[in-house]
């Protein structure tokens, strides 16, 4: 049958969002061939920045795009060491892992702005692109919070030799494009091993990001906690079965949120490795009833123990936790700790996400959803009874496997107003079928979502939905101010 | 009396759980009871005993790491193969279906016993096969089998076994054949459904029975010993258009089609 042996290659292993460099259509005349530059070759880089500016300022005038990568692309392709060029002289922090990047990045930015300006790709624009569009729009900054796409941790860091590595957590998500999430974890692995002056955050609460953080010298272990276990059922490590010591029964209790942790709980252990939860140097701890200002951070060893505030602007357990992890890697490069608190609590928005927004007589409230770890955070961010409006699209971006729908709990949906939408609305309507929830199905997400009576709805959409939806609330808003 | 419910034993879905295999267990289970016959699923995870009685055994797809504990672990239950062939309908996907087989030969050219179940073989293939996939089944009465492959091996059938179907866009077993997935015994030609152990094994995710409604009730008028009345459109609306969609030239049941010369059989994006 044709199509089949020639279909078969290996795995794609960059330009994820779909967002690669090659392709620019550049002028001839600019092609010049540079090897890779090495922050020394200041001239050229200058000028590749310069007309990388020019690119993003002629891109947001003529409202082709935001310009958000196109300053990267276009002085990367001139020059592929612009990016060391700009990071050279700077405390660089850069975010990985599957899921938070964005909202901690921002939280980091925050707890980091007290102690000097940050320059920061603040729209998850998480490639090398998106980094230098974000270094060039604050040259004279003297921090860099940067996301960073799992994939593409080794070119940043490569590029940026970064002060400090946060890894948040990494779950399946984009099975087509990565295949297997001990693969991600095995080359953040390498990244980690290639840096060893640099210094890694990380969460101790997931057996996979431990062992990714492995090989960092000195790691700052966060109990950041990992509602979602069943990527790690068996050890990254040797293949054998983990044992979990109360995390299973705590992350069941707090119905699908995160385990609280603490230093003490054992969390899980491979005993024919050895492989095991490492005592946090952070954690977190709050009293019933849930209140975001209840919450402390906790650092330390025991008997040592300093406590700072926690205050979040952000909804949800998840984020409570991803705000510890941002007043960790601040503290930890040396900023005073109340200073860098008062920062994080300043943070009430992320790119779009957790804010209202009014579109016809709908408010919505938007969240990015795109595997079932996130759904699983996402679920605590629900009211109950509150409309829900799903959209799941299978682009590039968004992985091309819907599979991973059957992997939600949707028994949460029950008993309020349910829409779906998107590229794949049938597959996700079905297993909404299967699982017993009524709903309405349309392929616009704004059909749908007109449908759905009038008031809050959440929304959870994958990537590019999330992105589209975004776009088309701002334009929204916009026209309702005018 | 009421009858015996039908038991679906999934296994290992939290070491065989990657691809989102056990969405098949809840397809299965959902079918009988909208047609009044009860169903339970049996989740068996590595902490437990297999249960000797199913009715129906699921086995889904895994990392290379797991799929090797899993083979362990099976190991460990040496009558659990038997069940799966002779008393019970087993259905096996992805990794599933390598365990099935006779041995697994990983990226190092270490070679991991499988269940032999299957008279089929592994080898680690030179590039991992990704993709939506249209395999015509072989299976009386099932049509075209919708579904997304993710593995990295190459499978080559044995003489006491049949494939499940030929490929009509996307992977195969391995990557010079149109073969895909394996069944066990073959199907006949003049096939009537009956009570019929056995094994069908696929690498289709989706999960493949959510994908393919007609495989599911293939599977379970195997276990119930006739042919099951259609199910009301209404229990799952949005199925049409699944089809429609992901199989856009149709299921061509007994009518032959094929799709014209140059199309592509998915959707544009």
Redesign the interface.
């Known amino acids: 049958m044709e199509g089949v042996q020639d279909t078969w290659a290996a795995p794609t292993r960059s330009g994820p969002r779909g967002r690669g460099r090659r392709g620019i259509p550049l002028p001839r005349w600019v092609r010049q061939p540079r090897t890779a530059s090495d922050g020394g070759r200041g001239g050229w880089s200058r000028a590749a920045v310069a007309a990388g500016r020019v690119a993003g300022g002629l891109s947001r005038l003529t409202g082709l795009g935001g310009g958000s990568v196109i300053v990267g692309r276009v002085a990367l392709a001139l020059d592929p060491g612009a990016l060391a060029w700009l990071a050279r002289g700077r405390t660089v922090v850069l975010v990985s892992g599957t899921n938070g990047k964005t909202t901690t990045s921002h939280l980091l930015a925050g707890a980091l702005a007290g102690a000097g300006a940050v320059a920061h790709n603040a729209s998850g624009s998480n490639m090398a692109d998106g980094a230098v569009t974000a270094l060039a729009a604050r040259r004279h900054a003297p921090w860099a919070v940067l996301e960073v796409d799992e994939l593409h941790l080794a070119e940043v860091a490569g590029a940026t030799r970064p002060a400090a590595v946060v890894l948040l957590n990494l779950t399946r998500d984009q099975l087509d494009r990565v295949s297997e999430v001990r693969r991600t974890a095995a080359d953040v692995r390498r990244v980690l091993d290639a840096h060893p002056t640099t210094t890694t955050v990380a969460n101790a609460d997931d057996p996979l990001t431990v062992w990714a953080a492995g090989t960092a010298r000195s790691p700052v272990w966060v109990a950041a906690g990992a509602g979602w276990c069943r990527d790690t059922a068996s050890c990254p490590r040797c293949g054998e079965l983990l044992a979990r010591e109360d995390g299973g029964a705590e992350v069941s209790a707090a119905g699908g949120g995160l385990a609280v942790a603490t230093p003490t709980r054992v969390g899980w252990s491979c005993a024919p490795c050895g492989l095991a939860r490492p005592r946090p140097a952070w954690w977190w701890e709050h009293r019933a009833p849930m209140r975001a200002l209840a919450h402390r951070a906790v650092a330390g060893e025991a008997g040592e123990e300093a406590t700072v505030p926690v205050r979040t602007g952000l909804p949800g357990r998840v984020n409570v936790a991803n705000a510890v992890v941002a007043l960790a890697t601040a503290v930890t490069l040396g900023v005073d700790p109340e200073r860098a608190a008062a920062g994080v609590a300043t943070v009430r928005e992320v790119a779009g996400r957790y804010r209202l927004s009014r579109i016809g007589r709908h408010r919505v409230r938007l969240v990015l959803v795109k595997n079932p770890a996130g759904w699983l955070a996402a679920l605590d961010l629900l009211d109950p009874g509150r409309p829900v409006l799903v959209v799941v699209n299978d682009r590039e971006a968004d992985g091309r496997d819907v599979s991973w729908l059957w992997d939600l709990d949707v028994a949460p949906l029950e008993g309020r107003p349910v829409a779906v939408a998107g590229d794949r609305a049938a597959d996700l309507g079905v297993r909404l079928s299967y699982g017993g929830v009524d709903h309405l199905t349309g392929a616009d997400p704004l059909a749908a979502l007109a449908r759905l009576p009038a008031g809050e709805v959440d929304v959870l959409a994958t990537y590019t939905a999330f992105s589209a939806l975004r776009a088309e609330l701002a334009r929204a808003e916009r026209a309702g101010a005018a | 009396m009421s009858a015996p419910a039908v038991s679906i034993g999934l296994l290992l879905p939290?070491?065989l759980?990657?691809?989102?295999?056990?969405?098949n267990a809840?397809?299965l289970a959902?079918r009988l009871q909208w047609r009044g016959i009860p169903a339970e699923v049996v989740t068996v995870?590595?902490?437990d005993a297999p249960p000797r009685g199913c009715d129906l055994y699921l086995l889904g797809g895994g990392?290379?790491?797991?799929q090797?504990?899993a083979a362990r672990w099976l190991a460990r239950h040496p009558w659990l193969p038997t069940a799966m062939t002779t008393t019970a309908v087993t259905l096996g996907v992805c990794a599933g279906l390598q365990l099935l087989g006779r041995s697994m030969t990983d990226r190092d050219g270490h070679e991991h016993p499988g269940l032999g179940a299957l008279d089929l073989t592994t080898w680690a293939?030179?590039?991992?096969?990704?993709?939506?996939t249209l395999v015509r089944c072989r299976l009386p009465g099932v049509g075209v089998l919708t579904g997304?492959v993710?593995h990295?091996g190459a499978t080559v059938l044995g003489a006491d076994v049949a494939p499940l179907g030929?490929?009509?866009?996307?992977?195969?077993n391995d990557?010079?054949?149109?073969a895909e997935g394996a069944v066990s015994p073959a199907p006949l030609p003049d096939d009537v459904v009956r009570a019929r152990p056995g094994v069908v094994a696929t690498y289709l995710?989706?999960?493949v029975l959510?994908?393919n409604p007609a495989l599911a009730d293939h599977l379970l008028a195997r276990v119930v010993g006739h042919a099951l009345p259609d199910l009301d459109p209404d229990?799952?609306?949005?199925?049409a258009?699944?089809r429609r969609?992901r199989v856009p030239h149709g299921d061509g049941r007994g009518t032959g089609t094929h799709r014209p010369e140059g199309t592509s059989p998915c959707p544009a994006?």
């Open positions: 939290d070491v759980g990657t691809y989102s295999d056990a969405g809840v397809v959902r995870t590595a902490d990392e290379d790491t797991a090797y504990f293939a030179p590039g991992r096969a990704v993709g939506e997304f993710n990295g030929e490929v009509e866009h996307g992977h195969g990557p010079a054949g149109t995710h989706g999960p959510a994908r229990r799952v609306p949005d199925l258009a699944l969609t994006r």
